[in-house]
């Protein structure tokens, strides 16, 4: 805690950084705890996005009222993730996809007539 800042934006700052950590770390037990790598490849992806943005949030509501600005710069950090995080995502799913086929798995295309998954 600092002197210059009052005791709601350092409780606002703990809270945005105990919700990214949390977020991050129940996306981590979707690795383990989920069998295949399509599977294992979605909360990871999601824990990482809400984590980052919950994080850098805390960052500038930190950071703007020690400076007495605001400060957005921070922000930049969660556009980018977010912009390459699903991009990634679905590049290595594509890659998993296509190694597969090769091995002779059958990973059946999904039509709009099929039933979630569970």
Avoid at 36 to 44: E, G, I, T
């Amino acid at each position: 805690m600092s002197a210059s800042t009052p005791p709601w934006v350092d409780a606002l700052t703990g809270l945005l950084a105990a919700t990214g950590a949390l977020a991050a770390l129940i996306g981590s037990f979707g690795v383990l705890r989920l069998r295949s790598f399509f599977q294992r490849v979605h909360a990871p992806t999601l824990g990482t996005t809400l984590g980052t943005w919950c994080l850098t949030l805390a960052t500038v509501v930190q950071v703007s009222f020690e400076h007495g600005q605001l400060y957005v710069h921070a922000l930049l950090i969660s556009v980018f993730i977010a912009l390459t995080g699903p991009v990634t995502t679905l590049l290595l799913m594509r890659a998993a996809v296509f190694r597969g086929r090769l091995r002779g798995m059958e990973i059946p295309v999904p039509t709009v007539d099929d039933p979630p998954a569970e």
